[in-house]
């Protein structure tokens, strides 16, 4: 279509426009070209005011034909010269089919995307199956075989011998009972059939009681160091949950860094919020893996060969969440790892429910 910008009225049209604004060619001539459009989408009032200013403007509309039917249309608006004076090409292209091939291309990506969510999801759940059934492997093979010597030479052993096979099968027997106990957890956990008992507690006692706790069962090598700033008289939190956070974190800090090294708990009150940083100087959590390292059995490629099942950091983070709180760290590999945790001084116990 041609336009004088001045009046906006067609002054030629081509069969084509005909065929796609549905009015015949001698009724296009003379018409307005806004009225023609039919579309009162503000994005053909921006392409015609972006016009008026001598741009070149190009926009994606709806119109109404005459029929009444709606289509798409790609528009753009040129100035060209005309005569003595300068006008308005309009170029209009039905935009309809390329539209459809753009749903199409979206809904594709969608599904796509969909897809790989579900494939991730099973591949992680195959991961669970295949590690905690390793992990299960493990603790199972040190039963059988320590029953099998009490089996054929238990009554030749010394007390001592006897007792500690009797101790290796008790051990693994616990540490398998640990590990269902923490499917089922977290289970119970997302499912929302978990509750919060919070209490008044001596949070600095607490602390304490934690790191004697990691010290014992395997921090020996390990210089754990425990600071903290702040009044802590009139915390009430849920223990029992502060505390397996702790237990888990630190454990980790101790686990995942070399004999010798120190572990740091430090313990801040900022405001109504208490603060825990665990910061140990281990192997770090490679940048690539750091984005996941709260899902359900997933483990950085650098931890394979220390043993864990990834069922920690998942439960920490339900059990931070359910409490309030939120969990973060910042990780280098090589240099070591901090985890915070934040949580409310005052569990509102409506939270919990
Ligand atoms: P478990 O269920 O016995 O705790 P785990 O320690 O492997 O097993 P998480 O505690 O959930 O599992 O930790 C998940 C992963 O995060 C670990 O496998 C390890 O790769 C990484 N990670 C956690 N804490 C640290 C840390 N302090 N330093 C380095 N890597 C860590
Ligand atoms: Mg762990």
New binding site residues.
Partial sequence: LIIDPATDLVLEANAASETLLGYPTQQLVGTSFTKLLNSDSAQAADALMLHSAQMLAFSTLPIRRSDGAHAIVDLTLTTIPWMQDHVTLATLRDASDRLDLEAERIRTEVLQAEMNKERELVNLKSRFVSTVSHEFRTPLSVILSSSDILTRYGEKMTHERHQEHIDRIRGHAMLMTEMLN?VLTLNKMQSGAWQLQPGPVDVIRLCESVLEQVRISRGEHHVLQFSYQGDFADIVIDDKVIQHVLL??L???V???PSGSSVDLRLRREGETLLFEIQ?R????PEE?QAR?FEPF???V??AD?????????I?KEKVLLHGGEISFV?RVGE??T?RVRIPCHHQLNDAN
């Fill in positions: 923490d888990n974190l454990t980790n800090a686990k995942y860094s140990d281990g192997i770090g959590i893996d390292m997933y483990r950085a650098n931890a220390i043993e864990g099942t990834g069922l920690g950091l998942a920490v990780s070591g790892t985890f």
